[in-house]
């Protein structure tokens, strides 16, 4: 069977079901308005921001397999297999073949859910680690955060969806914010976390980096 | 043009939110959990009155805010119209939605408690738990629709049910004059 080619990301969302962004956006707000009523630490929020977009993100990757046609996933396995054998002579195929992946993942991924193009960039010199840039991002339309609130990392269950969706594709990675412009144009650089790759044979497991920067212009 | 995102966002993020309140954080104690799920909704109903009616003038009587419910924000919200709507003249409206779209999407696993056999599924048991949880779903839209009602000024409560299930919803909007409060 001849290999089906992957779908853009605009194509795939213009024939799924689409509501309205303005509702999905008032409850992400509510939710975390509603966490931190509860929670009252702005850190224990952003962790079960995380740990919810982590649960949503491994079932999400289900569909954006089946709908985006992305048949690298089944090449990746195989590449990362013979990459776990070998050292660092193809460091290169893996850069390549990872960033691939991930930015069919991250790209394609952004456009068919939340409806905005994402990029991808700063691939650094092995090519483990890279930024995702969010232009426009829905979550954030009508939010001002509080200064009570400076530690929050309002868009957190962005990172663990994609943290979560990644996982089920074997790729370990952690995903930090960068640059917020909810929390002012500061950038904030957060510590660097030392790059490792726990090769197993049997088991295709990458441990990578992802750090999000999003930039968001606010309107004038 | 109205900015959109996918569907599954939506459902995702919702069954995520039910799950998390009725499982993590409150796990026994059903209440709690309904009771933060209404809240988020009714923060989201409050927020979507202040879009949904800016453009038009003041609502002259309860009825036509209801319609205006059943008509237009159903419309924006889900893409239809409610399919029934009732009323006692005295204060109680039931909304009916034949095939409610955050329902529409679930099932019921006669099986789910382990250890009970077939003939259990009969017993009142194994279906008040399914249908239990998904009124917990539900909390979330009674917020809304509470919430939406508050903000034009018509305090009530609002209380959902499951007629067939799973895809048939009932809102009953009681009108009170003393504010829930959470």
Known sequence: MAPVAPRSGDAIFANIERVNAELFTLTYGAIVRQLLTDLEEVEEVNKQLEQMGYNIGIRLIDEFLAKSNVSRCVDFRETADVIAKLVCSISDALSISLSGLEQQCNVVGFKMFLGVTASVSNWDAEGTCCSIILEDNPLVDFVELPDTCQGLYYCNMLSGVIRGALEMVSMKTEVTWIRDVLRGDDVKLLKQVPEEYPYKDDECFMLKKIKISKHLFKDT | ?182
């Not at chain 2, 966002?9 to 939110?17: F, M, Q």
């Not at chain 2, 009124?135 to 209380?159: D, E, P, Q």
């Open chain 2, 1 to 182: 043009m109205v900015r959109e995102v996918s569907e599954s966002c939506l459902d995702s993020l919702l069954t995520e939110v039910v799950s998390c309140y009725c499982n993590r954080f409150y796990p026994n104690k059903h209440d709690l959990a309904a009771r933060r799920i209404e809240a988020i909704g009714y923060q989201v109903g409050h927020q979507l009155s202040e879009r949904y009616t800016m453009e038009r003038p003041r609502f002259n009587d309860h009825l036509e805010a209801i319609k205006f419910i059943c008509k237009d924000f159903w419309l924006e919200l889900f893409k239809k119209h409610v399919d029934n709507l009732r009323t006692n003249h005295r204060g109680t409206f039931v909304l009916q939605d034949n095939k409610f779209c955050w329902l529409a999407r679930m099932s019921i696993d006669p099986f789910a408690d382990s250890g009970k056999s077939p003939e259990d599924i009969t017993s009142p048991t194994a279906g008040n738990k399914a249908t239990h949880a998904m009124k917990m779903h539900l909390y979330f839209s009674c917020g809304i629709l509470r919430g939406f009602l508050s903000n034009l000024g018509i305090l009530c409560a609002v209380s959902a049910d499951i007629l067939t299930l799973p895809t048939c919803a009932y809102f009953s909007l009681s009108h009170t004059y003393t504010e829930i409060t959470l």
